[in-house]
């Protein structure tokens, strides 16, 4: 498909604009994992029907390593009237920051630190060597998951559990081919249902492969129940964990490289305050953190609200905003747990105006962005990477004309 021949050229855009548009903001989520790597959503039509249903006009599809859902996200946005951002993420490493022991945005590793590119070139396109090098990485990330797989399968043995995990099963059913480690606590927890009908069975067996440890959630609590799976089986520390391969991991910097050779804008996500207020050692400090990203040439941040609390999401959403950095918001949902597509902070609290109002600005220059660079070349970013702070206006304006008009039309 040609998403963007769905518009008029940007003089004509812009012109329907100025007539037609308004200054409301939209609701934006702009960072959702889809089955093509690990999702609550057991396809995208079910992600973009919640967001129809929530009224929010604007979605980023995020998965890890992964391009491959775009077309169809454009195809379903189109269909629904909202507007589809083009993201990814990839986790990378520091080795700086992992030789100093700083943790950045892995609250367990030094070092590791995850990153989004916000608003890829659609239809998708990557060069060489850039495209080799991100495929060696997926092709790393399986294989140890499937090492994984069977080394649970020992672990089973071991306990005559009777019955064994099929990687190439779960691989087939249960992903689009990306495989990840939620994939085998899935698996795993649907076989012993399939193995123990009974409540009492599925305890018994759980208490015996956790090592004696008894089973801590509700039965039926599917989310909790393979989140307690990955904690005392496939975590370090647990029987069937299998550490990364160094390859599995990019320098930060090639990683960046890559998002800007697909087009996008490297964006920093935030894990921000836990639930005892604690930050890792790289974002307590947000003046210290604003001048590093700078630095390393990052112009662009995200949170995942929902694990913040507001004072925190609108003190560094205002701060990054008001600092030069493109901001937006999430929800990820890349566990098994259901939450709404509306985004809110810690605790079902509401957003603030302020909040959302530079949610809405991040993915209309986001909208711009993606739209330039398939239509003229180049969008927010010049070729080294670097935002021209003047065009912010106008980029914000182009997004929101973007918006309206497929949403409108």
Request: aromatic share 10%; hydrophobic share 40%.
């Amino acid at each position: 498909m040609n998403f963007w021949k769905t518009f008029p050229d940007k003089d004509e855009l812009l012109d329907w604009y100025s007539l037609n548009g308004d200054s409301k903001t939209r609701l934006v989520n702009a960072h959702m994992h889809t089955p093509f790597s690990f999702s609550a959503f057991a396809e995208i039509s079910d992600a973009l029907d919640r967001s129809v249903n929530e009224n929010v006009k604007v979605v980023g599809i995020n998965d890890f390593y992964t391009t491959d859902g775009y077309t169809e996200w454009a195809e379903g946005c189109e269909k629904r009237k909202i507007f589809p951002l083009f993201n990814i993420e990839l986790i990378s490493l520091n080795r700086a920051d992992q030789a100093a022991g700083i943790k950045v945005n892995d609250p367990n590793n030094p070092g590791r630190t995850y990153l989004s590119g916000k608003g890829l070139a659609f239809p998708p396109k990557l060069d060489e060597p850039y495209a080799s090098t991100l495929e060696s990485v997926k092709i790393e990330s399986n294989l140890q998951v499937q090492q994984m797989c069977a080394k649970l399968n020992e672990v089973l043995a071991g306990y005559n559990a009777g019955f064994q995990l099929d990687f190439e099963e779960i691989k087939a059913t249960l992903t689009k081919g990306m495989v990840r480690e939620r994939h085998l606590a899935k698996a795993l927890r649907e076989k012993i249902v399939a193995q123990f009908p009974s409540e009492e069975g599925q305890q018994e067996f759980y208490k015996t492969v956790f090592g004696g440890k008894s089973l801590k959630s509700a039965i039926g609590n599917f989310a909790a129940i393979e989140n307690e799976i990955r904690g005392n089986l496939l975590k370090a520390g647990g029987a069937a964990f299998i550490p990364e391969s160094p390859e599995a991991f990019l320098d930060m910097e090639m990683v960046c490289q890559i998002i800007l050779n697909a087009g996008g804008i490297p964006t920093y996500p935030f894990l921000a305050d836990d639930n005892n207020g604690n930050f890792t050692d790289f974002e307590g400090d947000k003046v210290t953190a604003l001048k590093v990203l700078r630095e390393r040439n990052i112009w662009s941040i995200e949170l995942i609200p929902t694990r913040n609390s507001l004072a925190v999401v609108e003190d560094y959403v205002v701060y990054f905003s008001k600092n030069g950095m493109v901001v937006t918001l999430g929800s990820e949902h890349n566990t098994p747990a259901m939450e709404p597509i509306e985004l809110f902070a810690r605790n079902s609290t509401p957003l603030s105006k302020k909040v959302l109002d530079i949610n809405y600005e991040g993915a209309c220059i986001t909208a711009a962005h993606q739209y330039l660079v398939a239509t003229e070349g180049s969008g927010y970013l010049d070729k080294n990477g670097r935002p021209d702070q003047t065009q912010k206006k106008n980029f914000v304006t182009l997004g929101k004309a973007l918006i309206e008009y497929l949403t409108r039309n």
